[in-house]
DNA sequence: TCTGGGGTCCTAGGACCC
DNA sequence: TCTGGGGTCCTAGGACCC
């Protein structure tokens, strides 16, 4: 029967990815212009793997998401920058690009650090190519960060454009794929597992089955579809017949678990370091916990030797919490009982992870069994979160966290830029 | 020597209930 | 020869994303 979707009216509205190009490596050289044309990478924390690369290192064909210790002589041979990460300067730019997006549309969905979704404005639709091309200008000039940018009736085909964008510079990063236009050429050309929402998993299921490309895939019948890979993956082949199925979700919505874990710079093996670890992550949970107004109905303890040696060793446990709570005081105590029923001595442990569950809403006002309140010690921590804040820095923590830990993770390549630094870059707005 | 961190959704299967 | 059926909730695991 075909692909029943493209009976289907495909809709009217438009709407537009907008990806960061190499999101923290450009942000790193707003810094350091003259990192341009030069190989530029930034690390992921304890400068394990590499998380983002310019146009340079790609050519030189370092991968997304390679061991750094691997490729670290041949980049310094090829006279690369290397930068360990800095999420907190990546966050405020980001804020900045998506406020410049924010103010050129009605709608956005802010989908990751370096991407948003975004509905055309009425205004745009006659000339979306031209629009984008605009916008696209717009970010640059007012926060340094070039974006590449694609419009569709969908996400799915959205992302093949930006995608196409950002690849033939002839575009000036902005690429369509209009209702109505034969998309046939560009699907052709783009590889099953280049196509958000298909993995390496189902990328290697479908080529066996010849399904190689993004063209393949939007034309491979429904109920084959839904069978091997769920609504899923006959939702994104549908995305690649125009047909909207993933709808702009403008709404932040809150998390519905919140987790805090590090690699560590050293092997740790005692139940006094991976204690303090585990109250550190404990705190960071409780502080975005508190920041969406949640309170954590569960909270879980993990830890593991180095997945890369022999013997693994990995356990985790589970507590509830009786009461919903974001009293860190509450979490910190949950954390290392957990910890106390899985740790093993003699075990080099390498990671450590809290993670809180069954979040709820905080505004409701929570009852104990006997209708006291009992989110014991919520309101120091709150307190705690402002003289911190307006501190610009953690002022109040436990005295056990001071001072130089080896579970603190590498951070040899930090370019020490803060986010106060952001205020003396001289070209932006 | 050296290998990240933080999420979401979907589905299958078991427990439980009427 | 015989076993109830069907709905709902929960959870673990697997797939995906950046």
Redesign the pocket.
């Known amino acids: 029967m075909g692909h029943p979707g493209a009976f289907l009216k495909p809709c009217e509205e438009l709407l537009v990815l907008c ?1 960061c190009n190499n ?1 923290f490596v450009s942000c790193e050289r707003l810094f350091r212009p003259d990192l341009e044309g030069r190989p530029v990478v930034v ?7 590499i ?1 983002s690369r310019s146009n340079e290192a790609k050519a030189l064909g370092i991968k ?7 490729v ?1 002589s041949f980049l310094e041979r090829r006279g690369s920058a290397v930068f360990s ?1 800095n999420f907190q300067l990546y966050e405020e730019i980001s804020a900045r690009v998506m406020e410049v997006f924010r103010r050129a549309v009605p709608s956005i969905e802010v ?5 948003a979704f975004l509905e055309v404005p009425p205004a745009g639709r006659e000339r979306p190519v031209e629009w984008g091309r605009e916008l696209r200008a717009a970010v640059l000039k007012q926060t340094g960060i070039p974006v590449s940018i694609g419009v569709a009736p969908a996400k799915t085909a959205a ?1 093949l454009a930006a995608e196409r964008g950002k690849k033939r510079p002839e575009t000036g990063g902005v690429f369509a794929l209009l209702p109505g236009e034969a998309w046939d050429d560009l699907l052709g050309q783009v590889p099953v ?13 479908l080529r066996r089955r010849g399904v190689s490309t993004a063209l393949r895939l939007r034309d491979t019948p429904d109920d084959w579809l ?1 069978k091997h ?7 994104t082949a549908w995305e690649l017949r125009g047909i909207r199925c993933f709808p702009l979700e403008e709404a932040e ?12 710079a ?2 740790v093996r005692s139940r006094e370091s991976l204690a303090e670890a585990v109250t550190e ?1 404990a705190l ?2 409780g502080k ?1 916990l508190r920041s969406q107004t949640s309170l954590a109905g569960s909270l879980a303890v993990s830890i593991s030797t ?4 022999a013997p693994f060793y990995g356990a985790s446990a ?1 507590v509830p919490l009786e009461t919903p709570t974001d009293s860190d005081i509450t979490l910190i105590k949950a954390a290392t009982g957990a910890l106390a029923s899985i740790y093993k001595e003699g075990r080099d442990y ?2 450590a ?1 809290v ?2 569950g ?1 979040l709820s809403s905080a505004e409701a006002v929570q009852l104990g069994l006997f209708g006291e309140k009992t989110n014991r010690g919520s309101a120091l921590s709150r307190a705690a979160d402002r003289l911190n804040e307006q501190a610009g820095r953690r002022l109040l923590l436990p005295a056990a966290l001071l001072g130089e830990k080896e579970w603190r ?2 951070k040899d390549r930090h370019s020490g830029v803060r986010l106060e630094d952001l205020g003396t870059l001289p070209a932006i707005s």
Do not use: H, T
């Open positions: 990806d999101f690390l992921s924390s304890n400068d394990g793997v998380i997304m998401g390679e061991p750094y210790f691997r670290r990460c989908y990751s650090v370096d991407e992302k597992e280049d196509v958000w929402g298909i993995g390496r998993r189902w990328a290697d299921f839904e890979l769920g609504v899923r993956g006959l939702r919505k809150p998390q519905k678990s919140i987790q805090s874990s590090r690699s560590f050293s092997p992550f960071v949970a975005r180095s997945r890369f040696r589970e390498e990671k992870a993670c809180l069954r993770p590498r």
